[in-house]
């Protein structure tokens, strides 16, 4: 441990509880950089949508109201998926659609952070799980160690074993 500039348990403490507060916020900017992919996969799959659709509806609103029935038949699903799209926009409350280009620019920065954030966040995990198993190794030898100064002596560990277990050598019920 004192390689790694730890000299004592509660040092060891805090490195433990930084540790998983670094994963942690590593983790949650990856998951909203995720999510707001996500959003913007979403945003631009309607506006090509509505794109595609606009010119068909146009006509249909157009028409006088006894010609729209026949055109609304025979152009039903263009105009329903058209709808469709404008009530998600209205649902995010856009006044004007972005374009394209600025959607793809930012889902290339936020895919670029996240391959950026994922090697940090893979080694401050590994981090995370290792500091508490030493920190739980230090502790099992300090107490060993404390045990062999005073004299005091588990009987029930037998010389050897690391790691205690009550069950050895018990056989299994049928």
Known sequence: MKEHGISDVENLAVE???AVERYHELADKTKSNEARMKEIAELQRQIGTYGK???IYLQYKKLPQKKQAAFYEAHRSDIVLHEASKRYFDSLGLEKLPSIKSLKQEYAALSA???????????????MIDLPRRKATWSDSWRSKSNSLTGRNSS???AGD????PFRG???LP
């Open 53 to 55: 659709t606009r010119e």
């Open 113 to 127: 952070e996240n391959k950026q954030l994922y090697p940090d966040q893979k080694t401050a995990r590994r981090k």
């Open 162 to 165: 690391d790691r205690y277990n």
């Open 170 to 172: 018990l056989r299994r």
């Open 16 to 18: 433990c509880d930084a």
């Open 156 to 158: 029930r560990k037998k």
